[in-house]
């Protein structure tokens, strides 16, 4: 009974958003992104070149979950080279990364199915994977019944439940906690998501704390040519020190820009560039600047000279090559209460990493690269005076960097325990109970 509640709640606010999302088509062109296939409409081309065989559907919602994964799916295929791969997505730059960074790797891409009864149970049955993998958090009662109806596996990867969303779940226990018990196996980041896991309903054998997939991730090689050609794009010249402040948010732009006004009166050669999260704010980043008063230019129109304080990273898929040539990064989504975003993707560059104090879902992140001394949790008040710490000693800025790769290469290995995982659930046996958890 619960089930159709579920479905009928579902249905209907479908219908009252519809006008809605109608709008947002016509104006934004990531929401009419795969619609067919959200819709379970899926190519028989796409649906070929996974027929014939054991298929493995993996999922991941945008971006960040996307670039975690692929190191896993790499690894997947190489153990399980006859298995064909699904890879599904719930973002139109998701999409784009899966396409591009995993084409090796993916036998079809697709975007999500919405949570529908009928749409869920025909895309379980026509894709009849022999496990479903998905990232971190993003769990839909009505496929889960679906695949269990059949007998798959549901493996939970890289899992993490923020304080919001273990309430949410918990206060729909009745539904949720069905889902929860009914998960083959839930791979933790840490004893702490393993914990929330067994409070929601996991089984206590079913839950292993496998590490951060993150901390897998490798830093994307620039060759000397590769590296001329993105800082001559970028109008670097080899004195700028440069500022990268990745997967900015509404109201940080701003804040960043303010702080740069303030020490560019005394490091004359100095750079920003800012890479919004969201792709359809770039225009509205280009008006923030503009009105700042500050030359600037856009990623994706290229640089005529150096004559300009301020680079808008346009691109998607480029912001961790930029990390690469920061002497500071600071990542966004922490001035501002979203929850915060990945820290470890300019700690893989051996970079001193900044941030702001709102960081619920990466917390633990925080506390780890502040332990090791490889970053500052700063206020919108004293974020000037912290760059211009670090812009002033580069022998803090070289510890700070040491500090944050040696911390991404201790906490290495979660791609082969979650693999070790995947192999004992798709085999019929019963993964470790948590270590951590109790």
Do not use: Q
């Not at 083959?184 to 914990?195: I, Y």
């Amino acid at each position: 009974m619960m089930y159709v509640i579920y479905d009928i709640i579902l249905h209907l606010s479908i219908l009252a958003l519809t006008p809605y999302f109608l709008i947002k088509m016509l104006s934004a062109g990531k929401y009419r992104s795969g619609i067919p296939e959200r819709f379970g409409i899926i190519k028989d081309g796409k649906l070929k070149a996974v027929s014939g065989g054991r298929v493995a559907w993996f999922h991941a919602v945008s971006v960040g979950e996307t670039k975690a994964v692929l190191p896993l799916v790499k690894a997947f295929r190489e153990k399980n080279p006859g298995t064909k791969i699904v890879f599904s997505t719930v973002t139109k730059t998701g999409h784009r990364v899966a396409k591009k960074e995993g084409a090796l790797l993916i036998d079809t891409l697709i975007y999500f199915p919405l949570d529908l009864s009928w749409i869920a149970r025909s895309v379980v049955r026509r894709l009849n994977p022999c496990v479903f993998i998905v990232v971190e958090k993003e769990l839909w009662p009505n496929l889960i019944r679906h695949l269990r109806g059949r007998s798959i596996p549901v493996v939970v990867v890289n899992g993490t439940l923020s304080e919001r969303s273990f309430e949410r779940y918990r206060r729909f226990s009745f539904l949720f906690g069905k889902m929860f018990r009914s998960l083959s196996a839930f791979c933790a980041r840490t004893g702490e998501d393993a914990k929330k896991a067994l409070a929601l309903g996991a089984e206590r054998r079913r839950v292993v704390v496998t590490g951060n997939l993150k901390f897998d991730m490798e830093p994307r090689p620039l060759d000397a040519a590769e590296r001329e050609l993105l800082v001559r794009s970028l109008g670097i010249g080899p004195e700028d020190r440069v500022i990268v402040a990745g997967s900015t948010h509404s109201g940080e732009e701003k804040v960043l820009l303010d702080a740069f006004k303030r020490l560019k009166g005394e490091f004359k050669r100095l750079k920003i560039v800012l890479a919004p999260r969201h792709p359809e704010r770039f225009d509205e980043v280009e008006s923030i600047v503009r009105a700042s008063g500050l030359p600037y230019i856009r990623r994706s129109r290229g640089a005529k000279d150096s004559g300009h304080d301020v680079v808008i990273l346009d691109t998607i898929g480029e912001l961790g090559m930029v990390y690469s040539l920061a002497t500071a990064a600071f990542v966004g989504g922490t001035l501002v209460d979203t929850g915060g975003h990945n820290l470890f993707e300019p700690a893989l560059y051996g970079k001193p990493v900044l941030y702001g104090p709102y960081l619920r879902d990466y917390l633990y992140m925080a506390e780890i690269l502040e332990k090791e001394g490889a970053s500052f949790r700063v206020k919108e008040g004293d974020l000037a005076c912290r760059l211009k710490t670090l812009l002033k000693d580069h022998g803090l800025r070289a510890e700070m960097g040491r500090a944050a790769a040696r911390v991404v290469e201790s906490n290495r290995g979660a791609t082969a325990r979650t693999l070790d995982v995947i192999e004992a659930v798709t085999a019929g046996r019963t993964p470790a109970a948590a270590e951590g958890a109790g």
